[in-house]
């Protein structure tokens, strides 16, 4: 496609509740990365892809939150049991590499509500 | 963690005015981007500077970076209400493959 597309836009739940939230990457991207941004703050670093190495999971906030990506392309960031301080807007980027000096691309981000 | 920290945090300037951002950061750089957010949702890259750089310029924008003291500056000249937004710092730090670190932002907000 021809930007980052991230999908659903706003997705409410109840807590306790399972939730998966999709990025579709720029095609050609090796790198991958999610955020989470909480009302009027900045981004948190939760996880970044690259290629075919193992992807740093050193901001993931919890094991309650997983990602994996497929093919090297789709991810999905996946929050178990989600709990009211999860609600945020969660944000995914991607870049080329290889090359440094790259931007990264954002998609809309999912607005999560976890009531 | 977070690796840049923007000043001020928040910001009010009269329109036609220039407004100027600050931010630190800790470790070393490949380079420092500035992004935009507006309302919330996703960014837009505005700029990069690469760490063997000291100015660059875009447009209404200009960055400086100074590696000596782990700070860069983003002036915006001749402001408009459409500049309204969050402005991030991002570093591409050294030690860490291409992970990119956002500061915490600066709200800017222009007055008519």
């Known amino acids: 496609g021809a930007g980052v597309s991230q999908s659903p836009s706003n997705k409410v739940t109840e807590k306790g509740k399972d939730v998966e939230l999709r990025c579709d990457p720029i095609?050609?991207?090796?790198?991958l990365y999610w955020y989470r941004q909480s009302l009027g703050q900045g981004l948190e670093f939760l996880i970044y892809?690259?290629?075919?190495?193992?992807?740093?999971k050193s901001g993931l906030p919890s094991d309650r939150f997983s990602a994996e990506r497929t093919g090297g392309s789709v991810s999905t960031l996946t929050i178990q049991r989600t709990q009211q301080e999860d609600s945020a807007v969660y944000l995914c980027?991607?870049?080329?590499?290889?090359?440094?000096?790259?931007?990264?691309?954002f998609g809309q981000g999912t607005r999560l509500t976890v009531v | 963690s977070q690796q840049g920290e923007e000043d001020p945090q928040a910001l009010s300037i009269q329109e036609g005015e220039n407004a100027t951002m600050n931010c630190s950061y800790k470790?070393?750089?490949?380079?420092l981007q500035w992004y935009r957010q507006n309302s919330g949702r996703g960014l837009v890259h505005l700029i990069l500077?690469?760490?063997?750089?000291r100015e660059k310029h875009s447009g209404r924008l200009r960055v400086t970076l100074d590696t000596s003291k782990k700070s860069s500056s983003l002036l915006i000249t001749a402001s408009r209400a459409a500049d309204t937004a969050s402005y991030f710092c991002?570093?591409?730090?050294?030690?860490?493959?291409?992970?990119?670190?956002f500061g915490k932002g600066t709200r800017l907000h222009i007055l008519p």
């Open positions: 470790t070393s750089i490949n380079n």
């Open positions: 980027a991607s870049r080329v590499t290889g090359t440094m000096n790259t931007e990264a691309f």
């Open positions: 892809f690259q290629g075919n190495s193992a992807p740093d």
């Open positions: 991002a570093t591409d730090t050294m030690n860490r493959d291409d992970k990119i670190i």
């Open positions: 095609s050609g991207h090796t790198a």
């Open positions: 500077i690469r760490s063997n750089e």
